[in-house]
């Protein structure tokens, strides 16, 4: 292409002496002349070209400048990609998260729709509105006659296809043929006016037999029957061969009467015992049992002290320990009730080791209890059975049930009977989960006396009161009963709306009050005499709501104790209600607290850590 050629720079001469256009003389004197007009080329175009580049449809937000005029709704568009600190790695600890594996975004959608969501694309694998589609559904099953039915969205009903009085294919014919006529509006009004009236016969209003605008069709209700036979038929046969291939039954009926069998075998099981220290431990040098108390032990009325300091822990059951409960007097021996269905007997003094276990509960302990000589105690257990043992040998003296209840609380009758094999205590009564408590005498043939079933909840606690004339229970039902002994009917019901259940009680040793564990987290007062609330006096400050932590007095009644939820031990001063002193007793619930009976200064805890621990 020729140069663009301005027309002010040619020169036109003539004539010797004159320089041409590139300033040399022209040896001619002719004129220089144009032969044609010149062409004009266009101005080279330096943009980029954008048709092929690619406009990104967000832009960083980080960018100091870009190369490409953007649209409008890109430069207030809202900031898509996680937010992350600036000049710091994704991989930096530093980095901006609120989700252990990364940065999670918040949405706007509420958990209803998320689920519902979640649950069709899952079942249908789409979202959004469902196709509104009629389907009919064949049914037929053994011993039926074949059903269609179809949608609840179909204009006509679900009605029997070929049964018995189907007359629904001559008013479909009836109306085609109406329709090809050219009266379409009135047969389709008057063929559902008809499915309608076809629905029940006899449902007219105003009769004794008018169930109702949706009352289902006679040809539905067959259906549902027919439905149900077949559905029970198929249960029955599919129990007998689960029956035969598994070795289990599977029925109701069958499931109790192998509970009732696996109960009475349960009892008829005479346990082992282990003992633990060496063999003539058992005995002494003067032939005495290893029951006898030292002879340094003396009971002295003296006053209690506030232990200090944490000096023993006994360990070896398995599971947590649910009671402990010290020889009657002296508190020479601890027994121990375990989660892990064990029972042991641990020397208080001397090596402080374990002497003996008895084995027989198939599951965890849940309350034990000492006679007034200590010469045997009772044991029961979340396996529905309750033991009578002999401490000394470990043997179990008798067993005793009640159906497919548990026992709540075992207490014997503290005064001396007839001496029939434990020391004149024949007597005792249980708290089961069935809201009974049965009253058991050991020298009749099947033990059962009598029972007192006015509770409406499960039997949780059982304390004699007035000189062992009365005895007061509480329930889960959150309500004090005061019964008479040997008459089972309550003579003071204690309900208030404001009261809780009381999983523990325990007497003063002055015989005139009793405190109640209450589960709104404070310890009750009632006095004896009346059984009325004493207002003025309330302990708090624990955590006992949903935990049945035991309570109990110094042996001069001072001070109150109890564990709660969170593995402390609590004392309270008695006079002033008081927190006098608290104490970081297990890891886990501390459910129970003795203080010792000579050696005031001494109190056991227990807990649901498994240890059971001696403070002084």
């Keep these: 292409e ?8 040619l020169h036109m001469a003539s004539g010797e002496g004159n320089e041409d256009f590139f300033g040399v003389e022209s040896s001619s004197s002719t004129s220089i002349s144009t032969a044609s007009t010149p062409s004009l080329v266009p101005r080279p175009n330096l ?19 870009i190369s490409y005029n953007a649209p409008v709704d890109s430069l207030y568009a809202l900031v898509e990609g996680p937010t992350k600190e600036t000049g710091r790695p994704i991989g930096s600890s530093r980095y901006n998260r609120n989700h252990h594996t990364g940065q999670v975004e918040d949405l706007a959608i509420n958990q209803y729709t998320f689920h519902e969501q979640y649950h069709q694309f899952n079942s249908f694998g789409t979202l959004g509105d469902m196709p509104r589609r009629k389907k009919t559904v064949n049914i037929s099953l053994p011993g039926m006659s074949d059903y269609a039915l179809a949608d609840e969205d ?7 296809v070929g049964g018995e009085g189907d007359d629904s294919d001559d008013d479909d014919d009836g109306g085609n043929a109406e329709e090809e006529a050219g009266g379409s509006s009135s047969s389709s009004s008057s063929s559902r006016s008809a499915s309608k009236r076809r629905r029940r016969e006899h449902n007219t209003p105003g009769t004794d037999t008018f169930q109702g605008p949706w009352a289902a ?3 539905e209700e067959k259906l549902v029957a027919e439905i149900d036979l077949v559905q029970k038929a198929n249960k029955k046969a599919f129990e007998s061969v689960e029956k035969v291939k598994k070795g289990h039954y599977t029925t109701q009926e069958e499931r109790e009467a192998k509970e009732e069998e696996e109960l009475r075998q349960r009892m008829q099981d005479k346990g082992r015992t282990i003992w633990h220290a060496q063999k003539d431990r058992a005995r002494d040098y003067q032939g005495r049992s290893w029951l006898v108390p030292p002879s340094e032990l003396k009971v002295v009325d003296h006053g209690a002290f506030i232990p ?15 009671a402990v409960r010290l020889f009657p007097t002296y508190g020479h021996l601890l027994l121990s009730a375990g989660l892990d269905g064990a029972v042991k007997i641990w020397d208080v003094y001397n ?7 008895y084995l027989a509960h198939t599951k965890g302990v849940r309350d034990i209890t000492f006679t007034g000589t200590g010469r045997h105690f009772l044991s029961g257990g979340f396996d529905k059975v309750v033991r009578l043992w002999d401490t000394e040998t470990g043997q179990i003296v008798q067993s005793f049930a009640n159906g ?20 004149g205590y024949n007597e005792f009564l249980s708290g089961w989960s069935d ?6 005498d050991i020298r009749t043939p099947d033990a059962f006396v009598q029972e007192y079933t006015e509770h409406l909840g499960a039997v949780n606690t059982i304390t004699f009161v007035d000189d062992n004339r009365r005895f007061v229970s509480s329930s889960d039902d959150k309500s004090l009963r005061v019964w008479e002994y040997g008459i089972p009917v309550t003579i003071k019901l204690l309900s208030e709306p404001h009261m809780h259940s009381m999983p523990s009680v325990a007497v003063h040793p002055n015989n005139k009050y009793v405190i109640c564990q209450s589960l709104d987290n404070q310890i009750l007062v009632y006095k004896t005499a009346g059984f009325s609330l004493n207002k003025k006096k309330r302990f708090a400050g624990h955590t006992s709501a949903g935990y049945a932590c035991q309570l109990g007095f110094s042996p001069d009644g001072r001070y109150v104790i109890s564990g709660d939820g969170e593995g402390r031990l609590w004392v309270w001063d008695w006079k002033t209600s008081r927190p006098f002193k608290t104490i970081k007793a297990h890891d886990r619930a501390c459910v129970g607290a003795v203080w010792h009976p000579i050696e005031t200064s001494k109190i056991v805890t227990c807990g649901w850590d498994s240890a059971i621990k001696l403070w002084d």
């Design 2 to 9: 020729e140069a663009p050629i301005d027309e002010g720079s």
């Design 154 to 160: 179909d204009e006509d009903e679900s009605k029997p």
């Design 435 to 440: 809201k009974r408590i049965v009253q058991y």
């Design 217 to 219: 069709s006679e040809a």
């Design 47 to 65: 943009a980029p070209d954008i048709s092929r580049m690619i406009i990104p449809s967000t832009i960083d937000p980080h960018a100091l400048k």
């Design 351 to 357: 090596k402080r080791k374990v002497l003996r276990t």
């Design 404 to 423: 497919r209840a548990i026992p709540y609380v075992l207490k014997f009758y503290p005064q001396q009977g007839a001496n029939a094999g434990t020391d």
């Design 308 to 322: 200090k300091m944490w000096i023993h822990t006994w360990s070896g059951h398995t599971k947590g320990v649910n």
